[in-house]
């Protein structure tokens, strides 16, 4: 597999380190809040890469980190007036089941920054020990950027971006980037006045505790307080992977400075060259715009299950863009990719009849990159070993089952192909087809039972529309049905009808 690195600014082609295991390193979610679908298209392009890794036949290391005590997760914690544990919870447990519900494997590890407190003290005083970092007057403690020659090599900018960017990092509200390095460098609100830092671009390791932060707080030697957001992926990283490893991944708005703070201190802490490649995965806006929740168009898994869209389209959209620019996120794109994830699942119960083979499981499908490479959807794998080209990958698919008659293959034939379908569609792109009904009406449910029949026939009515892709109607007679006190959750075979909350 070949992959463009953000480090060398070149496509790179992909090798474990020690011949065996390919180990990389993701930062996951803060949980504060829902993720929106902004979040989980990095995640998504995370996951396929693993799957093409896997399918491919290398055996991964795959660690995703939880970020569990930050400025946001303390302030809605003591909001709610709940422990920070209890609350952090709750919001790890709805990410875990919208990323289920988005066919995500599980990472193999998944630490939190809490859970972790002792590594990162560790690392604050050998940073400390080694003369990168110091204490402030207050118990602060920050990470010295002069003392890192290369500071800056990963974003490739230049001083005078970098000691404005970087002075983002150090006070209350600024555990996040800028939405990029020239948003960062215009950012203003920096604490510098509350932090005594030697220098502007310096950023926090250890944040002195603050009355609003409550009661939570830990000790160190210097004083209560907590780790700053940086330092958290670092001391994970060295614990589970060492301090060379094979990849590092995000979301581009953390190139700087995020990702560059936890080269800074991993190298200086542990030696070491840390990542040997870089993969970021570039935005998602929302009808051409960015996504801000005063729009109304933060989307998030729930918001767009309650109208009727399937997980699967969703993933199936964020799978539609390259991952090297932006992708515009559009409802009529959700609509599109139900109709592309229908046609497939017509086509995959043509193959399986002929084939009259079972679907594999995952596990299954790994390693049989070979026998996909040579199947007629070899060209689809092609794409996503090229720099995880998603939309080349799916366009290719398209042809393929364009030209394929299931009905015309010898049985044989049509097992091999229906392994190869399954370990592209299934296996690395990760994909969940709809069954379709016998006869291509909507499946009934005891719900819709319960419904009245004036009710049921407006379902009806908008199920049609829908296959007739008359979306606008679809949508009309959404709203008719809500109005009527009924709401309507499509299914991959049909649709069930509930009383509106």
């Known amino acids: 597999m070949r992959l463009f690195d953000t480090l060398s600014r070149e496509v790179r082609e992909l090798h474990p380190i020690d011949g065996k295991t390919f180990r990389f390193y993701c930062c996951g979610p803060t949980v504060y809040g829902p993720a929106h679908i902004g979040n989980f298209r990095t995640f998504v392009l ?68 809490v859970a972790h407190i002792p590594q990162q003290i560790d690392m604050i005083q050998r940073l400390l020990d ?36 970087a002075s983002t990092t150090a006070g209350s509200g600024a555990d996040r980037p800028a939405a990029d390095p020239a948003a960062a460098a215009a950012a203003t609100a920096n604490d510098a006045d509350e932090y005594d830092k030697d220098s502007v671009a310096d950023f926090a390791l250890w944040k002195r ?19 700053g957001w940086h330092l958290e992926c670092s001391a994970m990283i060295e614990h589970y992977l060492g301090t060379d490893f094979d990849l590092h991944s995000g979301g581009v708005d953390l190139v700087f400075p995020h990702h560059e703070n936890e080269i800074a201190q991993s190298c200086c802490a542990a030696g070491g060259s840390f990542a040997r490649h870089w993969f970021h995965i570039n935005h998602l806006m929302v009808d051409g715009g960015k996504m801000s929740k005063s729009l109304g168009n933060l989307h998030t898994i729930d918001d767009l299950g309650a109208r009727g869209h399937d997980p699967m389209a969703v993933r199936y959209v964020l799978l539609s863009g390259t991952y090297r620019r932006p992708l515009n996120f559009t409802l009529d794109s959700l609509h599109d990719a139900g109709s592309a994830l229908a046609r497939l699942g017509k086509f995959a119960a043509a193959l399986q009849r002929r084939a009259d083979q079972p679907a594999p499981g995952y596990e299954e499908l790994r390693g049989l990159g070979g026998e996909l490479a040579d199947s007629r959807f070899g ?21 393929a089952v364009r030209k394929v008659k299931p009905d015309q293959l010898q049985p044989a034939e049509a097992a ?76 991959k075979d049909g649709y069930d009808l509930n009383p509106a909350p």
């Open 46 to 113: 995370q996951d396929v890469f693993r799957r093409v890794l896997e399918i491919g036949g290398l055996a991964t290391r795959h660690v995703r980190n939880v970020t569990d005590v930050d400025d946001k997760t303390i302030r809605g914690a003591n909001e709610a007036g709940q422990p920070l544990e209890q609350f952090t919870g709750h919001w790890l447990e709805l990410f875990e089941r919208d990323a289920a519900a988005l066919g995500l494997l599980p990472p193999h590890v998944q630490p939190g920054a």
């Open 130 to 165: 080694r003369g990168h970092a110091y204490q402030s007057g207050d118990g602060s403690v920050y990470f010295r950027v002069a003392s890192f020659e290369d500071y800056g090599r990963l974003s490739h900018l230049d001083q005078r971006e970098l000691k404005h960017g």
């Open 209 to 227: 505790h603050k009355p609003e932060d409550g009661g939570i707080a830990w000790d160190s030697p210097w004083g209560r307080g907590r780790p």
């Open 379 to 399: 060209p689809s794998w092609q794409a996503l070993n090229e720099d995880l080209n998603t939309p080349a990958a799916l366009g290719r698919l398209f042809t």
């Open 416 to 491: 091999r192909l229906w392994r190869a379908f399954q370990a592209l569609v299934h296996g690395a792109l990760g994909l969940t087809l709809p069954v379709p009904a016998a006869d291509g009406a909507p499946a009934d449910s005891a719900t819709n039972a319960d419904a009245p029949d004036d009710v049921k026939s407006l379902a009806d009515r908008r199920w049609q529309a829908k296959q007739d892709r008359d979306f606008g109607l679809a949508d009309n007679l959404r709203a008719e049905l809500l109005a009527a006190g009924w709401q309507v959750m499509d299914r």
